[in-house]
């Protein structure tokens, strides 16, 4: 490494406040002392940092200043960063293992991550500096940034909580790992053309990604296929081979997650699929060219695309091989690096915790069994117990289409082996129901792992159920509902296993980075140890009182609403009005989240705008963000409904553009980001019952944006915090919902009955919002009228009224921003902190350490 003399004396620290490194072993021969030197790839002085960044861009993009791309500098930029983070991530490894920590791996399909120069420059504390360095070599920070591809390795909250999760066991001190696959492509890239979504490709890794390294060296063999052999064990026991597989190699990828400030740098390992034989040299010498990677091809698919469309055979093979293969790999990893200090599995427990982010990584059951038992040869029944003390269970869903359910026959032909060890942790769990509840053949049937039906089923959420010493949901309600209706029978039997975790968000990216404004005020206002203690926002609760500080959170919404309608304009050239209410609905679409309620509401503000304009006393700019699995024709439709709206509402100038629509094409974290500091109201709408816990109302409700809900999810525990009147409430609740189930619904009744209603349902299916197809959402609102699952009609009257309470509210500004500070203020238990604490607590039994940096030793 490069080393040159600072100009700083000797124990001088630098502008973080840390003891200045990286002193040479040898003093001055001449003054007796020892001159301070930072080294290149750790150094923290503004000087080293301006030198490293330009030796990057010259050996590692091989470009001058002269000659670099905007995509060269935040290599430069990036790589400058990653020297450091990675400094501090090889000591924080060494003080894991030097303290022997119990270590947490968390097992998620997806890490939405969202881009990580900005996040690690504020980690680091040279966010302010870096901004310094590039305006000296002529460069703005915010343009560099934009430069960074973002990695679409998630669909929605699942990811994003993943990665939140990831930044507070970091910042917090665990000895964090996430576990997942690197996706070639990730999500798709949404395009909005003629109203339609059109996906593309998300060549995230196009121009490659400056943050991973490649550990080859760990690589793991992962097997499918096959078939099982009995044998005779050293001992005499029995045992199972599995044989005549199809290999694939798990290539894993490691990326710095940094904790904030305190030199923790935890590991994301992600797993990239490459086959075992990738190229057929004599088939490929016989001419046939395409057989000789087809091994290769077949294996590589399994890391190519985030849930790969699962409506035909193939693509359902693929995501069950997809689940298999990252959860082999982890496992193995695990046990890898347990044994390396570890001769036998009895403190195995003890020292590893590994968490399900719901039922996708539940073969992890039937996988670290196969893997004590069969490899290890441990005994069954403690193989058993270790397995039950090291998993947890996070269930995420209520929805019973997301709990996976997948055929015997399957198993049978991808996975052999996990099955026979399935049926053998069935057989014997069955049995103890029995015990518990005997002769109660119906429990038996409902508990049991194996479904029975015209097609045999394995029930994933049942195997992690089983296999797992602690099950959580991730909010009160949504815990509740997991005890009293979807996993009952199993929280009757072992109540003291399930618990909950409400959700939470790390400020550090939803707030501190992407509102710095907002940020900056609240740290003037109540000092800077909000950021690692969101608790501290209770101190703002007063302030709400006070007229010149609720001015001055006004200004600073004003300030963001105007960048983001700065930033419309220029990239879809779009027109906002900052001084309207920005109505801000963004999530993944899915008809629960009733996306299509809001659009029902647009049209009925339209109309009655029409007839009287002062119904639009308070402007409006309504937002939508969302993408839609690509083969869910429903959710597609919404989203070309509501473009159809957007074109004739934005278009009349009878509104004088006072109601806008907008859908905003490729929502993803970045976009995330702009938007959730300049919106006003956060719609957060599902039908009571459906939604887990929802993590973009606690983004949106850090930032100052007032909520319009229902007693949904971790709404019912913001609006317990933030008080009923800063909270706007609607609709059935979760029982009402049920009764109406119960004793039947007739949502064709409550349209014949509601003539506001009736006229927009019958506007919309006239093809008014479709001219060149009459009949284009017809089918949308023939569902409505026959089936109405998620009670939009039922609900409808009362999201008016209740949206005609925020209209009323927005007109009068102070008393608006003072409830948005009151917000504010009660959001401290939605900080994953917290959730990660109580984690750490009460299911992992991990406690924090510390990670002291040694300094820099050139010699």
């Not at 597989?245 to 490459?274: E, H, K, S």
């Not at 890391?303 to 689940?323: F, H, I, M, T």
């Not at 597609?636 to 509402?649: F, Q």
Request: one cysteine or more; a neutral charge.
């Amino acid at each position: 490494m490069t080393s040159r003399t600072s100009e700083r004396p000797l124990g001088a620290t630098s502008s973080t406040g840390a003891q200045a490194s990286n002193e040479p072993r040898h003093a001055d021969p001449r003054t007796g002392t020892r001159p301070l030197i930072e080294d290149d790839r750790t150094g923290m002085d503004d000087a080293t940092l301006r030198r490293a960044f330009l030796d990057h861009l010259q050996y590692s993009q091989g470009k001058s200043r002269a000659n670099s791309t905007d995509l060269d500098r935040f290599f430069a930029l990036a790589f400058t960063v990653r020297d450091r983070l990675t400094y501090r991530w090889a000591q924080t490894q060494e003080t894991y293992s030097k303290v022997d920590a119990k270590r947490i791996y968390y097992l998620s399909a997806e890490f939405l991550l969202g881009r990580a120069l900005a996040n690690n420059l504020q980690a680091l504390d040279i966010y302010e500096r870096s901004k310094e360095l590039l305006r000296g070599a002529g460069l703005e920070l915010s343009d560099v940034l934009e430069d960074e591809p973002e990695p679409g390795l998630g669909n929605g909250g699942l990811g994003r909580l993943a990665a939140c999760f990831l930044d507070s066991m970091a910042t917090l001190g665990y000895a964090g790992y996430g576990y997942g696959i690197r996706y070639e492509f990730g999500i798709f890239e949404q395009e909005i053309k003629n109203g339609w979504q059109v996906e593309r490709p998300d060549e995230w890794l196009r121009f490659g990604n400056p943050w991973e390294y490649v550990r080859p060296e760990y690589a793991v063999p992962v097997n499918f296929g096959g078939r099982v052999e009995g044998g005779i064990g050293a001992n005499g026991e029995i045992v199972a081979r599995w044989v005549d597989t199809q290999q694939v190699l798990g290539v894993p990828f490691d990326t710095p997650i940094a904790g904030f400030r305190n030199n923790t740098v935890n590991t994301l390992r992600l797993w990239q699929a490459r086959a075992g034989n990738e190229f057929d040299l004599k088939v490929f010498n016989d001419g046939d060219y395409v057989r000789a990677v087809e091994d290769k091809n077949s294996s590589e698919v399994i890391s190519k695309v985030l849930y790969p469309n699962d409506q035909n055979q193939a693509g359902r093979d693929l995501r069950l091989k997809q689940e298999y293969f990252f959860v082999a790999c982890a496992i193995s990893d695990i046990v890898r690096r347990y044994k390396k200090t570890h001769k036998t599995f009895d403190e195995f427990a003890a020292k590893n915790a590994i968490q399900l982010n719901d039922t996708h990584p539940a073969i992890a059951v039937a996988e670290l069994m196969r893997v004590l038992v069969d490899l290890h040869r441990i005994p069954w029944d403690r193989a058993w117990e270790i397995t039950v003390a090291t998993l947890g269970y996070t269930n995420h869903t209520l929805l019973q289409e997301a709990l996976e359910r997948w055929p015997v026959a399957m198993f049978e032909r991808l996975l052999p082996r996990h099955l026979q060890i399935i049926y053998e942790i069935n057989r014997r769990f069955i049995r103890s129901v029995m015990a518990r509840f005997p002769g109660d053949d119906a429990r038996v049937r409902r508990m049991s792992i194996i479904e029975e039906g015209n097609e045999k089923k394995v029930a994933m959420a049942h195997l992690a159920v089983v296999g797992s010493h602690a099950v959580n949901g991730v909010a009160a309600l949504h815990s509740d509902l997991l005890k009293r209706d979807v996993l009952r029978d199993f929280a009757e039997m072992t109540p003291a296993k399930f618990s909950n975790k409400t959700n939470g968000v790390t400020p550090r990216r939803w707030l501190w980075s992407c509102n710095p404004r907002l940020g900056a005020l609240i740290t003037e206002a109540i000092g800077p140890n909000w950021v690692t203690n969101l608790d501290d926002l209770q101190k703002l609760a007063p302030l709400a009182n006070d007229a010149s500080f609720v001015e001055r959170v006004g200004a600073v919404k004003r300030a963001n609403k105007a960048d983001f309608a700065n930033y419309a304009a220029k990239t879809w050239g779009f027109r906002f009005d900052p001084d309207s209410m920005y109505d801000v609905q963004i999530k993944r679409l899915h008809e629960y989240k009733r996306q299509l309620l809001n659009a029902l509401h647009v049209v009925r503000l339209y109309l009655d705008a029409k007839r009287d304009p002062s119904a639009l006393a308070a402007p409006r700019t309504v937002l939508f963000g969302a993408k839609a699995a690509p083969g869910y024709r429903a959710a597609k439709l919404i989203i070309k409904l509501i473009n159809g709206i957007a074109e004739i509402v934005n278009g009349d100038v009878d509104l004088q553009g006072r109601l806008r629509v907008a859908f905003l094409p490729n929502y993803r974290v970045s976009l995330a980001e702009r938007i959730i500091p300049a919106a006003d109201l956060s719609e957060q709408i599902s039908t009571a019952g459906k939604e887990a816990s929802g993590t973009g109302n606690m983004k949106l409700s850090m930032n100052g944006a007032l909520t319009i809900g229902t007693l949904d999810g971790a709404n019912v525990e913001i609006r317990d915090a933030v008080g009923p009147e800063n909270f706007f409430l609607f609709g059935l609740t979760t029982e009402e919902v049920t009764d109406l189930q119960r004793t039947g619904y007739s949502p064709r009744a409550v349209y014949d009955k509601n003539p506001r209603l009736k006229e927009v349902i019958d506007l919309i299916g006239s093809g008014f919002f479709s001219a060149d197809d009459p009949s284009m959402f017809r089918p949308l609102m023939d569902n409505l009228l026959d089936h109405d699952t998620y009670m939009l009609l039922e609900d409808f009257d009362a999201y008016v009224a209740c949206q005609k309470q925020v209209s009323d509210a927005f007109l009068d500004p102070r008393k608006w921003h003072a409830m948005a500070v009151r917000n504010i203020a009660h959001m401290g238990m939605f900080s994953s902190d917290r959730t990660i604490r109580e984690y750490a607590k009460e299911i992992w039994g991990a406690e924090p350490v510390k990670v002291e940096l040694r300094p820099y030793d050139d010699g």
